[in-house]
């Protein structure tokens, strides 16, 4: 090793943490947890599990990123996630390297780009508006039941051009992979077995007859002179729904959190919702649901100090290196006017989250409808339930809120 | 000379820590700006589109359209906002 002098003598082991991402203590503030490792020791390394690293600083994380040739996609032998999860082979695009990867990725860049999540917004309003109706009248609301879970959930069912009003059922089986595969591996298994039944049923009438929507259109079409084979699509419509549902979720409702602890906050989008162009990179910057993924080493290396074995897996802390000071002034500050577009919550590089756009529709019409129509709205703090497991996404289960009743916008 | 009235910040506006990776160097004295986009980096964040209020214009799959070049003054201000929002630092001013 040749670059120890940042961790001087009394500090030999100081590279090892016990850090746990799947435990009931990381859950409630993963942030303290990062950002102590952070100022420490940006890379780390947990004796948990079979041992990986983690990556917390921003500089570090970029550069992993943008080496994927070092820090590949590819889950190791073992399987996907730290430790290796049961019940889910390679998710495509995203366990994938290039060429493969820009391959897959191909086939939907153009139905999430930009121009068309644009054509997407007015359906988005009014599901969200809808959604809101259900319970503007009652005075009392769970948003992650209610509205951050459906909305996002039936967006991307209807992307698809699968059956929306089946939502609960996919959010369900997303869950169990999602929060409940370290609480229930063996009901999580079962779930995600039920989902990608559903999913080959739906791939298989796809390939038999015209179907309208994305599912409909990857089942047809060509890249490179060929198709995707069943078992492709059924990976990448799994990736799709699990992608598009809870992460969105917790983005919003960490983000909800923030605005209901910080009135200032809520005076802003307010007086002019649109602060939330630039403001929402502000919010997935500061309350980033998806901490960290993990990257696999293809070769022993030696990287910043650290000797990098073929094989270890490595986290790159994505929401730690959100809060480094190196890199953002005054880190832990929600400030809506700050140029915090450099962020890395939707990953850098050649990985960059194919539903950012949509993401970021969503989000802004979710949280810009919810607190024009119901501008009191008051979190019961005291019965806000996070998730157990944070190390997929970090989100809230239960959101309860109270205010003042209003009207539904639409007859129903 | 007439470049000077574009090259002033806005009052109270302080670029980011670390967002300075391009050279300001050259808009501070009023000459010519010129970007070089190297659109292999571009991986279609596309916020170098939303933060310059579409001085950079993107492809139907959200990837820079954009080309290398001089920046007309006009739009120097929102091309830099443009610039120093992309995360994959595809831009360089000079």
Known sequence: MTSTDNFPSQAANAFDTDLNHHSLEFARDPLRALSELQSRCPVAKSSHAEGFWLLTSYDLAFEALHTPEIFSSRPNEHGRGIPPQPGAGSLAPIDYDQPELGLYRSFLLAALSPGSVREMQPIITDMTNDLIDQFIERGTADLSDELFTPLPAQMILHILGLDSSRWPEWVSWVHGFVHDMGVDPELAVQKVMTMFGEIYQEVGSARAQPKPGLLGELAVAERDGRKLTDDELANMVFLLILGGMDTTAGLTANSLLLIDAQPGLREQILADPSVLGQGTEEFLRYATPVLGLPRTVTEDTAFHGRQLKKGDQVFVMYAAANRDPSQFDDPDTVDLSRKATRHMAFGLGVHRCLGSNLARAMFKIMISELLTRIPDLAVSGSEVVRYDDASAVYAVRHLPITFTPGQRKSLG | ?94
């Open chain 2, 1 to 94: 000379m007439k470049v000077a009235q574009y090259i002033t910040a806005p009052a109270g506006e302080t670029p980011d820590a670390g967002a300075l990776m391009t050279d300001n160097r050259s808009f501070a004295e009023g000459v010519v700006m010129n970007i070089e986009i190297d659109s292999s980096k571009c991986q279609g964040h596309a916020l170098c589109a939303l933060m310059s209020d579409d001085y950079f214009t993107l492809d139907d799959i959200g990837h820079i359209a954009s080309t290398s070049g001089e920046v007309p003054p006009d739009d120097q201000n929102r091309a830099r906002r443009g610039v120093e929002a992309c995360p994959e630092r595809v831009f360089t001013i000079s």
